[in-house]
C-alpha cells in the first residue's frame, strides 16, 4: 500500500459531511438514520442490508422503526416548555406514545436532566422499558411553576427495517481489516458522528490507493444491536476478519488515545501501537488496556467472535464533559481534528497493508560490494548496520513490524 | 460444592480427638500406631492396607514392628533416673535392646539432650543405626554422678505389618485432590499428630457435603516410608491425583503458611494462595517457595511422581522452638487455632472443586436487559461491569480461578 | 571431559607460534597464508580445503590470489619515504599493480593515515575495487615535500587457490562444537592471530583429553569470504554444528568478554556465562548482546546457517586503541593473558560436554541411608540439601547446567 497524501480537500469533505448529517434526527431504526445513510452513500459506495423488526439475531431482537411527529410539554398559558421540533434530544429515544395533563410532580418523574451542565440537554434513551421520558436543560426546570402540564408525544413505533451499511473495497487477499462505526446517535457530533465521518474519508482515500494486500470493510451500523445484527447475518464472514478498529469520538482537541484488543499483542494492536510510538515524532498519545466496556469493539472480541478490534479516539466517551448531552455539538469537534485522526488511521492501515514475513535468499552473509550496498566500517553505525540487521533477522519467521520493533 | 459452616462442635470434636491421641507411644510400625488407627476408624471410615516387614516398596524396605516393654537408667543405688514409661520420647525409636552396666563415660556417649531447651526431653530415633539412645533433659545431666549406671532395653524387634490408613469419598469424577498426613511420631502435638486431626475433621465435614466434583482422600501414614509404601502399592492410583496438600503444625498461634508445590503455579497452588490472599480478610499469612525439604510433600513432587503437593502449616517445622522436643505438648496447639486450618483447607477445597472452565453460549454480546440483567451505564463499574467481564472471559479456555484472579 | 591443568609449557608454546606467525605477510590468498597454515600443521594436524580462485561461494566469489614482490614510495632525490619491504601494513591489500610519477597531490589521494595515532600504519584494504593505497604514519607526511613522486607496486595479481584449514577431533556423538579463528591479516597480533594462537593450543589440549562427548572443530580461515566458502563447500556439515565460538582479540589485558550468539540463550551461550559468572571467582567480565557487525559470528547465525555462535574476546575489536595499526604488535598481547583465554575457553568447553540430562531410576525420593548418603536433618542446608535438590531434579527434562543454576 502507498502513502496517501492528506490535503485541505480532505479536510472540507468531512467537514461537509459533519455539518449535513448533524442535524438529523437518528434512532436505531427511523427515517432520520436511513436518510443519513443516503447522503453517506453519495460520498462512497454503500451496500445496505435491510434486516426486519422482530428478527432474532443471536441473542438479539431487531426492534420496531420509531418515528416522532411531534412531543412537546405546555404549562396551564399554553406556553410550551418542551419542544422536539427545538431539539431532537428533548425526546428519550423509543419513548411510548402519550397525551394527556399531569400534575407537576408526575411530570418531574418522567424528566431527566444534567447536574454536571445546567444548561445542557441530556441523550436518553428508553429501548426497552416501555416508559417515556423527555430530557431539559437544569436551568429550565425553574420554569416548571404550574401545578399541572399538557404533555403531547405522538410517536408511531411499528415493524420496519433496520439498515446496516457497508463498503467493501477487495486487496489481494480476501482477509479483512474492519473499521466500525455506529450512526444511530440523534445531534451529538463528537461521540458517534466523527467516526461515521472519518471511515467514510479514509474509504474515499483508500479507494484511490492501487495496491491492498488485504481487503477493507467499512461498517456504519446502528450501535450494539446493529452490530450484533450484522454479525448474526453474516456469519460466513467472520472467519476473514483480521481485525479491526471502532472508531468514535474523533474530531475533538485530545490526543489520540488507542484501547487495546482483547489479546492485547496482536497485529491489530502492535501496528496501531507502532504509529502512536515510532511515526508521529513527540504528539502526545494515550493507550488504554482492553476492558469489556466500551462501545462495538465488545462484539468483535467477545467469545464467539474473538477477533482482535482496537478502538481509536482521541478523548474517550464519557471522560469529556460534554459527552451524551447537547453540548456534544459542532464546537466541540473541527476538522483539523478530523483530519489528524484521519491520518492516523491511513498510516495504521499502511503499516498492516505493508507488514510481510521476509525470508531473505542468501545462506551466510550476502556479498553487499557486489550489490553495491558494501559501507565502510567506520559508518556501519548507520546504513550498513541496517543492512547486517536487516540480513539476519528476514529469516522467514518474523514479520518486518516485529523487526522494526527491535 | 456448597459452603460448610463450622461450629463450636467442631473444634469440640478435633480437641476429643487430639486429647485421646497425644499420649500414645507411636512410631513406624507398632501397636501404638495401630491403635491410634483404630481410634481414628470410629471417627471416620478407614480402610487399613497393611504392609509386611520386609516388603520392597520402590527403593525402601518396610521395616520390622518395634514394641517397648521397658526402658530406664538407674544409678548405683537403684535410683531410676530416665524412664520409657514416664515419656516415651526418653527412648530414641527403634533402639536395639540392651541390658547390662555402663560407665558414665559410656553412658553419655548413647545420651541426647538439647542445649537451646534445657527442660525438653528431645524427640531421637535410630531407624537404620543398630545403636541405642537414650533423651534426657539437658538440666537432668547434673543428676549423674555415679560412675557406673544400670541400662534396660527390653525392647522387641520383628517382623509386623505396617499400616498405612485412607479414606475416599468419592466425587463426580475420578481425578482426587489428596490430602497427606503423618502419624509416626511419637506424643508430639503441632507436628504430625495436629495434621491428622485437622484431615479427620475436615473429612467429617467433606462427608456431609453433597456436592463434589473431584474425589477426596485422606491419608494418613508414617512419614517417608509409610508414603513411599503407600505410592508403591497404589501405582495405578497416582495418575487419578490432581494434586494435594500435606498437612502438619497445623495448631499452633502463627500465622497459615504455605508452601508450593514443585510447579509453583498449579492449580493446586492458584487455590491455596487465592483464598489466602483474597478470602481471609486481611489476616496475616506467608507463603514459601518450594524445597525438596520437609515433609511428604517430596514423595509426591519427585521425579516418577510428579503431582504437584503444597504443604499448610501454620509455624513450619523447625521454626518454632519446640519442634521435635517434649515441649511440643498439647500447650503449643489450641482448639481455635486447629479449627482456622480446618476452616483454610475447606476454602480451598471448594474453590478446587468449584472451579471450572465455562464456555457462554453467545456468540457477542448477550442482551441483559432481556434476561433482566442490564445495568444503566452509569453504574458499570460495578455489577455491569462484572456482567461484561464474565461474558468476555468465559470462552472456555479458562477457569473461572484465573478469571477471578484477573 | 575430565580437566586439563594448564602449565607454563602451554605458555611457552603458544607464545613460540605467535612469534613465528606474527612476521609473515598474510592475506586472504597468499604464500604467506599458506606458509603460516604449514607452521600452524606442524602444532596440530591441519586438514587443507583448497578452493580456486573464481569459485562461486554461495552469493561470494573466491578472489585470485595476490603476492607483492615490492612496493614503495620514492621522492625526487631517490629516497624510499614508504616500504612495503620494512612493514607490510604499507600497501593496502590487494592494491592493484603501478609504476610511475605522481604528483604530489595525486599522491595523497592514495595515501592513508590515522589522526589519532600520529605514529601507526593504520591497516588497510582494497579487496574489491581495483584502486591502490599506500598506508603512512600521519608524522610521516612532513617528509612528503616534494612535489613528485616515483611509485612502484610490483604485485601479481592471479588465478591462486584459497586454503580453508581445519582440525577435527571425534567425540562421542557426531554433533560438533566449533572454534571459528581467522588467519587473513597481516602483521596484527591480538586481533586475528591472537584467536588463531588461542585455538591452536586449545586443540592440543583437547586432544590429550580421553573422554569427549562432542566432537571439536577448529576453523582457520580468511575471514568472511573464507568462512562463507568454508560453509559453501561443506554444507551438508551444517546440521552437526551445535554451535561455537569466535576467537579473536585473546591476548590484550582487558577483561573477558563474551558476546552472545543470535539465540542469546543457547547452550553456547548458558556455558559460556556460566563459567564467567560461575567458575571464575570475582576476576570481571563483559557480556554483549547480540548485533549483525562483528565477525565470522556473522555467518553462523546469520539465516541459512542459524546455529547459535557467541565470540570469545579479551578487549573486542575497535576497542582498543591500537586496533587495526602497525601498534596492534607484540606488545599489546603476552602469554599470561593468552593463557587466560585458553583456560577460560577449555572450562567452557568442559561444561558444554559434561553438561547432560539425567533421569533418576526413582519413583519419589530414594533411601538415601541405604546408600550410606543420608545426613542429618541438622546439616541439611549443605550436603543433604544438595542430595534433595539433585533427586528432584533430575526429572530426565533439565540438563545438569540449568539445574546448577538454578
Not at 185 to 213: M, T, W, Y
Not at 244 to 264: E, H, I, M, Q, R
Request: net charge neutral.
Amino acid at each position: 500500500m502507498e502513502n496517501f497524501i492528506l490535503t485541505q480537500d480532505n479536510a472540507d469533505s468531512l467537514w461537509k459531511l459533519m455539518a449535513s448529517l448533524y442535524p438529523i434526527h437518528r434512532t436505531l431504526v427511523n427515517r432520520g438514520f436511513q436518510k443519513s445513510m443516503e447522503i453517506i452513500g453519495r460520498e462512497i459506495p454503500l451496500r445496505i442490508t435491510k434486516v426486519p423488526s422482530g428478527t432474532k439475531v443471536w441473542d438479539w431482537v431487531v426492534p420496531d422503526a420509531w418515528e416522532v411527529k411531534e412531543a412537546y410539554i405546555e404549562d396551564m398559558r399554553g406556553n410550551r416548555l418542551v419542544d422536539f421540533h427545538k431539539n431532537n434530544l428533548h425526546l428519550a429515544a423509543y419513548s411510548v406514545a402519550f397525551r394527556g395533563k399531569v400534575t407537576r410532580d408526575e411530570l418531574m418523574k418522567h424528566l431527566i436532566w444534567s447536574d454536571a451542565l445546567p444548561d445542557a440537554i441530556p441523550y436518553a434513551y428508553e429501548y426497552y422499558t416501555h416508559n417515556w421520558k423527555f430530557s431539559i436543560a437544569k436551568m429550565d426546570l425553574s420554569r416548571l411553576k404550574d401545578p399541572e402540564y399538557t404533555v403531547v408525544i405522538d410517536v408511531d413505533k411499528k415493524p420496519g427495517e433496520m439498515w446496516l451499511g457497508d463498503c467493501l473495497l477487495p486487496g489481494e487477499t480476501k482477509q479483512e481489516i474492519v473499521l466500525s462505526t455506529y450512526l444511530c446517535h440523534p445531534s451529538l457530533a463528537n461521540d458517534s458522528l466523527s467516526g461515521v465521518v472519518c471511515g467514510v474519508e479514509i474509504f474515499k482515500a483508500l479507494s484511490q490507493i492501487r495496491q491492498r494486500r488485504f481487503s477493507y470493510r467499512l461498517l456504519i451500523v446502528p450501535e450494539t444491536v446493529g452490530c450484533i445484527a450484522y454479525l448474526a447475518t453474516h456469519e460466513d464472514w467472520i472467519p476473514k476478519i483480521e481485525g479491526g478498529y471502532v472508531l468514535t469520538c474523533c474530531g475533538d482537541k485530545g490526543p489520540v488515545t488507542y484501547k487495546k484488543s482483547y489479546f492485547a499483542s496482536s497485529l491489530i494492536d502492535r501496528a496501531a501501537l507502532h504509529v502512536l510510538q515510532k511515526c508521529r515524532g513527540d504528539r502526545s498519545f494515550r493507550v488504554q488496556e482492553f476492558s469489556p466496556e466500551g462501545s462495538d469493539e465488545r462484539q468483535f472480541n467477545a467469545p464467539g467472535v474473538r477477533v482482535p478490534f482496537g478502538s481509536l479516539m482521541r478523548t474517550p466517551y464519557a471522560e469529556y464533559a460534554e459527552y451524551h448531552t447537547s453540548k456534544d455539538d459542532l464546537s466541540v469537534v473541527n476538522p483539523e481534528n478530523l483530519l489528524d485522526t484521519v491520518d492516523v488511521l491511513l498510516q495504521i492501515l499502511r503499516v498492516l497493508d505493508n507488514n510481510v514475513t521476509y525470508k531473505n535468499k542468501y545462506r551466510g552473509e550476502p556479498f553487499l560490494s557486489k550489490h553495491g550496498l558494501h559501507i565502510p566500517f567506520i559508518t556501519t553505525k548507520d546504513a550498513g548496520f541496517l543492512n547486517q540487521v536487516i540480513i539476519q533477522e528476514t529469516d522467514g519467521r518474523q514479520d518486518i513490524l516485529s523487526i522494526a520493533d527491535k
